[in-house]
C-alpha cells in the first residue's frame, strides 16, 4: 500500500527560530500534497495545497509567509514554520494524493507534534 | 463547497455492544465519503470509504458504514464493540466533481469503549 512518512515526529523549538517539516511518499509519486494542521481535540484544518513545481495554494486564514511550502520533487514536501511561537504548536499531518483507478486517493503521514516554547 | 457534520463529540458504548457514530455531510455534487481513526499523538488511519456501488461499506476491523443519499448520511457502525476501538473517529467528505481533491473533515467523535 501507499506509505507517507514525516519527519521529524516530534520537534520542541524556541521561540523565534524555524523549523522544517518533511513530507515524503515513499513508494509512489505524488503530484498534489495536503497539508493540515490539528490543535487538541480538535478536527484537521487543511492549511495549504501542495503541487510539485508551483506555488502552493492556501487556505484562507493561513499566512503563506510564516508557514513556507516547497513541493520540490514527486515524492517531498516540506513546510517551514518560521520564527515560530507558542501558538504554532500544534500537530501538523500531511496528506499525498494519487489518482487510482480514476479518483484521487488520499494518504496520510503519521504527524508532526511541534512544541514551541 | 462541501461540510460533514458529526452530531457527537463522544460515544460511549459497553464492550461487545454494538456502536454507532454518526456522520452527516453536504456536498454540491455526489460524495466520495470516508472513516478515519485516530489514537493519540498519532495520524489518521483509514478504515473504509464509499466511491459508488453497494450503499454498505465493509472496512477494517470489523468496521462498516451504510451511505444513506435520501438523508445525507455515512453512519459508522460494528457490530460488537472492542475497548482497543476506543479512539477519535473522523468522518470526511470530498466531491466527486473531476478533479477535485480537497477533503474535508469532520469534528470528530470520540469513543469510548467501557469494559
Known amino acids: 500500500g501507499a506509505v507517507v512518512s514525516q519527519h521529524p515526529s516530534r520537534v520542541i523549538c524556541k521561540s523565534g527560530t524555524s523549523v522544517k517539516i518533511e513530507c515524503r511518499s515513499l513508494?509512489?509519486?505524488?503530484?498534489?500534497m495536503f497539508w493540515y494542521r490539528q490543535f487538541p481535540k480538535q478536527s484537521l484544518m487543511l492549511m495549504a495545497t501542495s503541487n510539485e513545481g508551483s506555488k502552493a495554494t492556501y487556505e484562507q486564514g493561513v499566512e503563506k509567509d510564516k508557514f513556507l511550502i516547497n513541493h520540490a520533487s514527486l515524492t517531498l514536501s516540506t513546510l517551514t514554520v518560521t520564527s515560530a511561537h507558542p501558538e504554532d504548536s500544534s500537530f501538523y499531518i500531511c496528506s499525498a494524493s494519487v489518482n487510482s483507478r480514476g479518483h484521487y486517493e488520499q494518504y496520510f503521514g503519521p504527524g508532526t507534534r511541534l512544541t514551541v516554547t | 463547497a462541501q461540510s460533514v457534520a458529526q452530531p457527537e463529540d463522544q460515544v460511549n458504548v459497553a464492550e461487545g455492544n454494538p456502536l454507532t457514530v454518526k456522520c452527516t455531510y453536504s456536498?454540491?455534487?455526489?460524495?466520495?465519503l470516508f472513516w478515519y481513526v485516530q489514537y493519540p499523538n498519532r495520524g489518521l488511519q483509514f478504515l473504509l470509504k464509499y466511491i459508488t456501488g453497494d450503499n454498505l461499506v465493509k472496512g477494517s476491523y470489523g468496521f462498516e458504514a451504510e451511505f444513506n443519499k435520501s438523508q445525507t448520511s455515512f453512519h459508522l457502525k460494528k457490530p460488537s464493540a472492542l475497548v482497543s476501538d476506543s479512539a477519535l473517529y473522523f468522518c470526511a467528505v470530498r466531491d466527486r466533481a473531476r478533479g477535485y481533491q480537497k477533503v474535508t473533515f469532520g469534528t470528530g467523535t470520540k469513543l469510548q469503549v467501557i469494559p
Open positions: 456536498v454540491s455534487g455526489n460524495p466520495y
Open positions: 513508494d509512489f509519486q505524488a503530484t498534489t
